[in-house]
């Protein structure tokens, strides 16, 4: 059984940095692909980046690049988010998903709040 949780999130001033952790269970991280998505108060759900560990791949979306590092640990069958220079518009609730995602694996997600 497919089980991702997200943990890391908190209440963070701008500028400041959190890492976030997407713990999987029921696969590896080398059969999928995982993503971070986010979604603001009154927002749709958006992909933030992505990480292929059998590929050696990264993708970012143009708001998050350049602050943002995604990263896995096999052996820890974990997927990281580091989170730099944070700023305001960066507050959400931050989810982890296989791609192709699946509906069944979206968890509690973690609050990121980043507000001075």
């Known amino acids: 059984q497919v089980q991702l949780v997200e943990s890391g999130g908190g209440l963070v001033q701008p500028g400041d940095s959190l890492r976030l952790s997407c713990a999987a269970s029921?696969?590896?991280?080398?059969?999928?692909?995982i993503a971070w998505f986010r979604q603001a108060p009154g927002k749709e759900r958006e992909g933030v980046s992505c990480?292929?560990?059998?590929?050696?791949?990264?993708y970012y979306v143009d708001a998050v690049q350049g602050r943002f590092t995604i990263s896995g640990d096999n052996a820890k069958n974990t997927v990281y988010l580091q989170m730099n220079s944070l700023k305001p518009e960066d507050t959400a609730v931050y989810y982890c998903?296989?791609?192709?995602?699946?509906?069944?694996?979206w968890g509690q997600g973690t609050q990121v709040t980043v507000s001075s």
């Open positions: 998903n296989t791609v192709p995602f699946d509906a069944r694996n």
């Open positions: 990480f292929s560990s059998g590929a050696g791949d990264t």
């Open positions: 029921g696969f590896a991280l080398d059969d999928y692909a």
